[in-house]
């Protein structure tokens, strides 16, 4: 089933997720009743398919989850990262 193909971007195997069709399809249905999928179905090769796309809503919470990752990453990276104490208190030093 295509459904159960990696889903990511096309970089490579290691920027790639496997997602079973028992998590998949709750999470589309979940999404498009949030309004930020829309569905149709449609005949793709002799075979009715539902195709999902991303709606304006979805597009905008798509590109501050975006943000709000790219802040984690360079949080993570900064040039300076903390020290985190040996004693393993929980404290750090700068």
Known sequence: ????RSVGSSKSDA????????SLYPLLHSLERGGLLKSALKNV???K???YK???VGKKVL???KAKVDELHHE???EH????????DGSASI
Do not use: C, N, Q, W
């Open 1 to 4: 089933m295509e459904a159960t």
């Open 15 to 22: 920027s790639r997720y496997r997602i079973g069709l028992g």
């Open 45 to 47: 090769g002799g075979r």
């Open 49 to 51: 398919r539902r195709v």
């Open 54 to 56: 991303i709606t304006p």
């Open 63 to 65: 590109d501050k989850a």
């Open 76 to 78: 993570l990276h900064e």
């Open 81 to 88: 990262p903390r020290k985190i104490s040996p004693f393993g």
